[in-house]
């Protein structure tokens, strides 16, 4: 121990000043430590050997039982069974109505139990399904007198959120003869198609693709291609399908947020907007809106749906943009018109476009930040259900964000962006 306090002190000494590494004193105190730590770590080896040599013939290692993983599930499937109101061999389906409220609200209260179906209620079913006429309220007829299966639920949504241009170059590829009609076995291999870019499946892979409804004659099919399926769809049946089934949750979403008037006040249109939004910046968001937004203005149904249609070609007015102002620059008004109307082939009316971007400039200078304004309108299309990012350190930033951004707002005032 003397040994090892000699060193130490010499050690502290020799930081203190370089020259002292020179000197006898540091090569005495040093010279022994370094040997006694070699005898004493020698020693501790030479007595864990021994033990584990004597310990070693009678050990047994047990291993460790781990439970099975319980399967994750994605989040549309974790939404389709909240709001899965029936039952029918054993597998979960929503009714039309059930579809409906999944899209427009954030959750179910569900007061009954699922209902169990017995064969002769889902006969019913399809037989009132084939024989139901077109039109935008063809949910809302069937209400819960209908079956729709995990793969059809994604189906219908891929239909409210994407363009039609997509759906007719699938149909082309399943229509082997050119006549613009397929059977129920072609469009069950449609409906797979469209519906499986709708899965996320979990990155251990524990969720398997939904094969449910496959070998049950659903509404869908009974609507398409009658009870016996043996009927034939045209395309412009279908296209007029999801121009209705569009049309009626714009029509129900509209009511909601006008609070059942003809016309939407702008601060219900941009409450609307944020819905299913969880962005960082939500806050600023909701701030704006209180500031900026005059009361007492409108907005139609039809610049509603203006607007609607814009959303659902979100990747093509993203790619306009870029074409318009290049990658990652501020876009103003008038480039943002500009890029809807070559991404939609329509324009949006002043109204929308002024609550648009009183929403979501976030520094007063009356540009948008082309990212972060995608990525809200994305949560908005897909109603909640995008991955959200980890929370953890980036709080921090989140904070840091949130104050500089209203420091340059103060610092700006008035400010305006070049056009």
Not at 152 to 162: G, V
Not at 290 to 295: F, G, L, N, Q
Request: glycine fraction near 8%; proline fraction near 3%; include cysteine.
């Amino acid at each position: 121990m003397a040994t090892w306090g000699r060193l130490a002190s010499v050690l502290r000494g020799a930081v203190r000043s370089p020259r002292s590494l020179r000197s006898p004193a540091l090569r005495r105190a040093v010279g022994p430590g370094l040997f006694g730590c070699a005898v004493g770590t020698g020693l501790v080896l030479f007595y864990r050997q021994r033990a584990d040599r004597r310990t070693l013939p009678f050990s047994v290692l047990a291993e460790e039982q781990k439970e099975p993983a319980a399967p994750q599930l994605s989040a549309r499937r974790i939404r389709f069974n909240q709001f899965a109101s029936v039952v029918y061999q054993d597998e979960p389906y929503m009714t039309p109505r059930d579809f409906l409220f999944s899209v427009m609200l954030e959750d179910v209260d569900r007061k009954l139990q699922k209902r169990m179906l017995t064969q002769q209620e889902v006969d019913r079913m399809l037989v009132s399904a084939s024989k139901v006429g077109a039109g935008n309220d063809l949910f809302r007829t069937l209400g819960d007198n209908g079956l729709i299966s995990y793969t059809e639920y994604l189906f219908l949504l891929t239909i409210l959120t994407k363009p039609r241009t997509g759906f007719h170059i699938a149909f082309k590829m399943l229509d082997v003869d050119g006549n613009e009609q397929v059977d129920q076995k072609e469009f069950l291999k449609l409906k797979n198609i469209i519906g499986s870019s709708k899965k996320r499946i979990p990155v251990d892979g524990t969720e398997k693709p939904a094969e449910e409804g496959e070998h049950v004659n659903t509404t869908l099919q009974a609507y398409f291609f009658g009870k016996k399926g043996d009927n034939k769809l045209q395309y412009q049946e279908f296209r007029r399908f999801m121009e209705n089934l569009q049309s009626e949750v714009q029509e129900m979403e509209f009511m909601q947020f006008s609070k059942g008037m003809d016309t939407m006040r702008r601060e219900d249109f941009a409450e609307w907007l944020l819905h299913y939004t969880n962005e960082e910046d939500n806050d600023i968001y909701w701030e704006n809106m209180r500031k900026k937004i005059p009361a007492g203005q409108s907005i139609t149904f039809d610049e509603f749906k203006a607007f609607c249609l814009f959303t659902n070609n979100l990747e093509d007015f993203s790619f306009s943009l870029k074409l318009v102002i290049g990658a990652n620059r501020p876009v103003g008004m008038a480039q943002f018109k500009r890029a809807v109307r070559i991404a939609t082939g329509h324009d949006l009316s002043e109204n929308v476009l002024d609550t648009v971007f009183k929403l979501f400039d976030m520094d007063g200078d009356n540009c948008l930040s082309h990212k972060e304004f995608i990525g809200v309108m994305k949560d908005r299309v897909l109603r909640g259900l995008r991955v959200q990012h980890q929370a953890g350190f980036s709080g921090y930033w989140k904070c840091v964000k949130r104050e500089t951004l209203k420091g340059a707002q103060e610092a700006l005032g008035d400010g305006r962006c070049p056009i």
